[in-house]
């Protein structure tokens, strides 16, 4: 197989004495698979949270969950991770807004040391969206952003060590040979799947400590017991996309989200000096004017780059238009499609936002005597036109919807929110 730029071996110059301890970690994470949310929705899972374990390190817990070893430290700052105190609680950062990128093949996102992959739809059954930690390469390593394909799949693959990689351990008197061949001292491990790029391949490893950090050659490392369940279901042919996105945004359920990760080095910026790329991820998801409140927030989680998603903005939902009011008022045979009755308010503004995003034009009447709001859609002048819409807004948003007269409610009238 063709080389892969990864380590064979680590000096205790590389690696301190801990983390080897940690290479025989048992496996068992647990499988990181999801519903695909509707277009216009990109989070992802949930946090969790679980006690240490005796003898347990960061490294342990996280693998359980496929998370990997700089993730947890990011997300539980202060914890010690290799001698987290037993019985303390600590989080386990499984939620995620999804990249910025097509629902398609594979997305790695560098630095985020996360690879997300996009499964081909089944008849008959939901999408699911899997997703696994990795190890990349080391500064100045990192593979490089862009798209290809999976062209090559092998099982027990052989490493042809490459020349420059023999001579950098052979100047820190380690030897290695010119080609590994598969066993335990193979650093690709069972499995590997190579990119259309030059030598980069996304493959297991002998030493699971390595994953959830920057410490290979450039290759993509994943758990054992990760790629054994993501080999066999990613084709030759499988596109994959490479991005650079420290900072992600997202919509779920009328509200938006954001999350940051401590930016590559390569690319020059961080959160302390260049906000640039932040305002840019945000600016590229949202439509509307963020209050200052919203960009407060942004800005402390882009300086404390845990890898948690939170809340930063819900919009306050819309009201009926001049326009919509006055169709309201023709005694003509218009539709509205009624998407619900609540008397939440933070479920009235969540179902409000999310129809806004799917562009389509909100009224909130407040007519109920009971104090409940009404959230329709409308109105349409044709009946066909609604049912149409009301199909759309079930299969993007999961909300069951019901047809009724425009006259029916008259003149709409804004929901009391406060």
């Known amino acids: 197989m063709t080389a892969c730029f990864a380590h064979y071996t680590f000096s205790l110059r590389r690696c301190c004495a801990t983390l080897l301890l940690a290479a025989g970690l048992s496996a068992g994470?647990?499988?990181?698979?999801?519903?695909?949310?509707?277009?216009?929705?990109?989070?992802?899972?949930?946090?969790?949270?679980?006690?240490?374990?005796?003898?347990?390190?960061?490294?342990?817990?996280?693998r359980r969950y496929s998370v990997g070893i700089d993730e947890m430290t990011h997300a539980n700052p202060g914890v010690d991770p290799w001698l987290p105190p037993v019985g303390h609680s600590v989080v386990v950062p499984t939620q995620y807004v999804l990249p910025n990128a097509p629902r398609v093949g594979i997305v790695v996102n560098l630095p985020e040391l996360r690879l997300y992959y996009y499964p081909p739809a089944k008849p008959g059954e939901q999408r699911v969206v899997m997703t696994y930690p990795l190890g990349i390469g080391s500064e100045g390593r990192a593979i490089p952003s862009g798209s290809t394909t999976i062209i090559e799949k092998k099982v027990d693959p052989l490493w042809t060590v490459p020349e420059s990689i023999r001579a950098e351990h052979a100047a820190e008197?380690?030897?290695?040979?010119?080609?590994?061949?598969?066993?335990?001292?193979?650093?690709?491990?069972?499995?590997?799947?190579?990119?259309g790029f030059n030598s980069f391949l996304i493959h297991s490893t002998n030493r699971p400590f390595s994953v959830g950090m920057r410490i290979s050659h450039g290759c993509l490392r994943m758990f054992p017991e990760n790629i054994e369940e993501f080999y066999p279901q990613v084709a030759i042919g499988t596109p994959v996309r490479i991005v650079d996105q420290p900072y992600k945004a997202g919509w779920h359920q009328g509200a938006l989200y954001f999350e940051a990760h401590p930016p590559m080095a390569e690319a020059g910026h961080s959160p302390t000096t260049n906000l640039t790329p932040m305002v840019a991820a945000i600016t590229s998801t949202v439509e509307a004017k963020l209050d200052d409140r919203a960009w407060q927030l942004a800005a402390q989680l882009a300086s404390r780059r845990a890898g948690i998603p939170a809340q930063i903005f819900v919009p306050a939902p819309q009201v009926a238009s001049s326009a919509q009011a006055a169709a309201l008022k023709t005694p003509n045979q218009s539709w509205l499609v009624q998407v619900g009755v609540f008397r939440d308010i933070r479920k009235i503004k969540q179902v409000t936002q999310l129809m806004r995003r799917m562009e389509l034009p909100v009224l909130a009447n407040s007519r109920d005597e009971a104090g409940s709001c009404r959230v329709l859609v409308g109105p349409?002048?044709?009946?066909e036109e609604a049912v149409v819409t009301g199909q759309r807004i079930y299969k993007n948003a999961g909300l069951e919807n019901l047809l009724v007269p425009a006259t029916r409610f008259g003149t709409a009238t804004a929901c009391a929110l406060n």
């Open 380 to 383: 349409f002048l044709s009946r």
């Open 29 to 62: 994470a647990q499988a990181a698979v999801y519903p695909l949310p509707a277009d216009g929705d990109a989070l992802i899972g949930k946090i969790q949270e679980t006690q240490v374990r005796a003898g347990e390190t960061l490294l342990d817990i996280g």
């Open 173 to 195: 008197g380690e030897f290695l040979p010119k080609i590994v061949l598969p066993g335990p001292d193979n650093p690709l491990g069972k499995y590997a799947l190579r990119l």
